[in-house]
């Protein structure tokens, strides 16, 4: 019979140092660790930390893969996350602590555009749209992807009166008050939605997105905001998006090369159990482990198993946040096999034009030295909140579905050298109406000592999520410290 056994005892020098618990070793947790280990530095607490992830790699959705065999280097291939948006600095930030500054590489700028397919042909978004407004009206009004009511409707913006409610609303709810449903078709629903992988009939755009209502609030116009932003902000040496030489693995590898705590691996969490002294103890496998203190960087999901003994209305709260999958493949072909010219990041596929696929980037357009000289490397996104069914194809049926969109959209007939598919099933957290209310509702009934971080809570990517992990670091380290002051 198995019983519960101890993790190894600490040495005499921590016998009195308070102990954090860890659960989750992707970036979110990751990020926890290391700014524990560096603020407890900095600020001379004595202070153990563990760190437990129930599968067999650090990194969570963060993974890269190189593939040789086709020229003068791999190829480079991501199966989450191929960028880090530095206008949100956490994530820039932290590679330059880890001492990866010099390891940084930024996107491809000549090819820095983005195509939206507009009955069935790859058009790029016109000069001047940010993110879903359009900045540059000589420009937008040129653009083929609108009709000419589209464009009025969405110049509308500039007189139409602010919402004074300010509660909560749909991002389609909102684009298509203030900019109109073409704007929501091949602009909102497929960028902005993409970047959550949300149904924008269900996202929460206080959320998502709290920078465009702030703006309505603030300017009375999207538009007016805009202008009045890009006169105010300054030109910046820092790139838009960025990641390593070899790929964003480089991030999580420094990361765990740096940490000096209790680090497992395979090591999935049972329970969480409430002391009588205030501590906790979390039993993972044949160990377990008291804590002082425990941080939860687990899929909200699996947060909400653990706190059902410990805070069953939090996990209530946590348990209700839905998730949806996605996927994507990859296919190299020679340059030559491929007729168009590739000239931007990627394409968007909007909701009308009814195609089984997301989206796709063109990733030896969008970054150097992600694929050998002369060939081309396309990464095919597929089974999202509109091509959910693709997501349940098995691997032959899926590449014959891909690759025929491949041919009718770029006219490529000659079978790939390399395939490699990714599925991530229930991988993202969704965010609709009411998000951050129900998420308060769920801090407020954690007990103290205990912590939510991660992708399910306040931002899906990687900056957002390096963020959270800090701070629930932050507070974990405040609760120890005033245990240390009241000794």
Request: aromatic share 8%; charged share 20%; net charge negative.
């Amino acid at each position: 019979m198995i019983t519960h056994r101890p993790s190894p005892p600490p040495s005499p020098a921590e016998v009195y140092a308070k102990h954090i618990v860890i659960i989750g070793g992707g970036i979110t947790g990751l990020s926890a660790a290391w700014t524990l280990q560096r603020k407890a530095a900095e600020e001379g607490i004595v202070l153990r930390y563990t760190l437990l992830e129930a599968s067999d790699r650090w990194g969570g959705k963060v993974q890269t893969e190189q593939v040789d065999g086709a020229g003068d280097q791999p190829f480079v291939l991501e199966a989450g996350p191929d960028a880090f948006l530095t206008r949100k600095p956490w994530a820039y930030a932290l590679a330059q602590e880890l001492g990866l500054s010099e390891r940084v590489q930024s996107v491809n700028r000549e090819n820095n555009r983005t195509f939206v397919l507009h009955r069935g042909q790859p058009v790029p978004l016109p000069d001047g749209l940010q993110l879903l407004v359009p900045t540059r009206i000589g420009p937008f009004l040129r653009s083929p992807l609108f009709s000419l009511w589209g464009k009025i409707r969405a110049l509308l913006d500039l007189v139409l009166p602010a919402r004074q409610d300010t509660s909560d609303e749909t991002l389609a709810d909102f684009v298509r008050r203030r900019l109109g449903a073409e704007i929501l078709d091949k602009v909102a629903e497929p960028l902005l939605g993409g970047v959550y992988n949300g149904d924008a009939e269900q996202q929460s755009i206080q959320a998502t997105f709290p920078q465009f209502p702030a703006l309505e609030q603030q300017m009375g116009s999207l538009i007016r905001g805009m202008w009045a932003t890009q006169g105010e902000s300054k030109a910046s040496a820092v790139p838009p998006f960025i990641s390593f030489q070899t790929g964003t693995h480089e991030l999580i590898d420094r990361l765990v090369n740096c940490l000096s705590g209790e680090r497992r691996l395979n090591a999935p969490v049972q329970r969480i159990e409430s002391m009588e002294n205030g501590q906790y103890r979390v039993v993972a496998n044949e160990l377990f482990y008291e804590a002082d203190a425990v941080i939860l960087a687990t899929p909200a999901f699996v947060s909400a198993d653990l706190l059902l003994e410990i805070a069953p209305e939090s996990a209530l709260e946590v348990g209700s946040i839905p998730y949806a999958g996605i996927g994507s493949a990859y296919f190299a072909f020679p340059r030559d096999a491929v007729p168009h010219p590739l000239n931007g990041f990627g394409l968007v596929v909007p909701a009308s034009e009814q195609r089984p696929i997301d989206g796709i980037t063109w990733t030896s357009s969008k970054w150097d030295q992600r694929a050998p000289t002369d060939t081309v490397l396309l990464r095919v996104f597929f089974g999202g909140p509109r091509t959910q069914k693709t997501l349940t194809l098995d691997d032959e049926s899926l590449v014959q579905v891909l690759r025929a969109e491949l041919e009718s959209l770029f006219g490529i007939t000659q079978a790939p050298f390399l395939t490699c598919i990714y599925r991530w099933h229930d991988g993202y957290p969704q965010y609709t109406v009411g998000h951050l209310e129900r998420l308060a509702e769920a801090e407020a009934a954690l007990p103290d000592g205990v912590f939510l971080a991660g992708s399910a809570y306040r931002g899906v990517g990687v900056p957002d999520c390096v963020r959270q992990g800090q701070e629930a670091a932050q507070k974990a380290l405040a609760v120890v410290q005033s245990m240390v002051d009241r000794v």
